[in-house]
């Protein structure tokens, strides 16, 4: 495997890069993965080659670059198990989220229905329904988590029959818990309530299939996939995208406009409005071209290794205490490190070469209800989170730097 992770790596030129002396030991995958030299030579192959808008020209450049457009669109949806059709370029997964609670929430949503999510969700899958709510009055309804961070399905149920759209994250980007969500959506298939799972998390971390899943829809961000930032993914079952109204309105998205009237493209064109990510996507699809020469399920596997390594030694340090060990783990971990705030471990570990996050990682909520749990004032952590190119020896590195800062915090 370590042979694996070493050309890995050199496809990474990041990676190669020194930090304060030291080698970069990067930890922090979860919040935005590092790029391959596949992704970045997809986009400046075009900007250099053969730059255009699509969906417009009627030259030899416009052609070539629409084509390449389409053919990440194919690829992506080859990716999830969806048609082309059923696969929206957006802005990145925030940008998703807010498009269905426009676009959805506002015209199939009322004062008084209610939306079920869990306590574990990304500001992403929060923040917009609190919007929603707050102008047009539906009802937003937390399911619980257990004390090991997993989902409490018997909460789930209780409330899932009085509700009309269940939006939740298959990966919790804090806790790691992976959520049964091809369980999920047919519970809620069967009572004809329409599901958002969002992938932003699992993405990167497992096979995921769509129809496999039943999800009416599925986000996720390109960034955390590989690819560049600026880009996203929102998969909508056909059925679905006919009946949605446009989120933002323009040029590209439009069958005909006259001063009185605008008829719309049918999906996806009717959802992307304007020049669109032209660049980004195409760099997506070159991600994806990459992932699928990886042996992907070896490396998901070792990933899982490395997670269980990190959380086994981190159980021995009686200052540390993990936010949660649920039964299925994504490759991350959180937790509060007790006489000290997670900024200025992260900041000790930076003079290692070691890169982590620490805060409250777009999830507030979640924070201040584990530290009321856990008993401690600092409603922030620090996380270490892997990727395709993490090894053992990042694992190694990490904790060297932590014991280190572990000394100088005389902790």
Not at 161 to 174: D, E, Y
Request: charged share 20%; proline share 5%; net charge neutral.
């Amino acid at each position: 495997m370590q042979a694996i992770i070493d050309n890995i790596r050199q496809q990474f030129p990041i990676l190669q890069e020194k930090i304060r002396g030291k080698r970069l030991c990067y930890l922090d995958s979860a919040a935005s993965a590092q790029k391959p030299l596949a992704v970045m030579q997809s986009q400046s192959y075009l900007m250099e080659h053969c730059y255009s808008n699509v969906h417009r020209g009627a030259y030899l450049f416009a052609e070539a670059i629409t084509s390449e457009y389409e053919k990440a669109r194919g690829l992506v949806a080859g990716f999830i198990g969806a048609t082309a059709d059923e696969i929206i370029f957006t802005g990145g997964a925030t940008f998703g989220f807010n498009l269905l609670a426009h676009s959805f929430g506002r015209h199939f949503l009322k004062r008084g229905d209610k939306i079920l999510l869990s306590v574990m969700e990304h500001h992403a899958n929060m923040v917009p329904w609190q919007m929603l709510r707050d102008e047009i009055g539906v009802e937003l309804i937390y399911a619980k988590i257990d004390d090991d961070g997993n989902l409490d399905m018997e909460d789930f149920y209780r409330h899932l029959p009085s509700v009309k759209l269940v939006s939740i994250t298959q990966c919790s980007n804090v806790i790691a818990t992976i959520n049964p969500v091809k369980e999920i959506c047919a519970a809620a298939r069967a009572l004809n309530i329409p599901t958002i799972v969002d992938g932003a998390q699992s993405i990167c971390h497992q096979k995921i299939d769509v129809q496999d899943i039943g999800c009416d829809f599925f986000i996720f961000s390109g960034h955390k996939l590989y690819a560049p930032t600026g880009i996203g993914v929102l998969y909508g079952r056909a059925a679905w995208l006919e009946k949605l109204p446009p989120f933002l309105g323009g040029g590209d998205m439009i069958e005909s406009v006259a001063f009185d009237k605008t008829t719309f493209a049918k999906p996806p064109t009717r959802f992307e409005a304007g020049t669109p990510p032209i660049l980004e996507a195409i760099g997506l699809g070159a991600a994806i071209e990459w992932l699928n020469t990886l042996p992907l399920p070896e490396l998901y596997h070792h990933e899982k290794k490395l997670l269980t390594m990190t959380r086994d030694r981190l159980a021995k340090y009686k200052m540390v205490d993990v936010l949660a060990t649920p039964k299925e783990s994504g490759p991350l971990v959180a937790f509060f490190i007790k006489g000290a705030h997670p900024h200025d471990v992260a900041t000790l570990l930076d003079q290692s070469g070691v890169a982590i996050r620490a805060g409250h990682h777009c999830a507030m909520p979640l924070h201040s209800l584990l530290a009321a749990k856990k008993n401690t004032a600092v409603a922030a952590s620090a996380r270490v989170s892997f990727g395709l190119y993490s090894g053992e020896d990042d694992v190694e590195q990490f904790f060297a730097s932590f014991d280190k800062a572990i000394k100088v915090l005389k902790l």
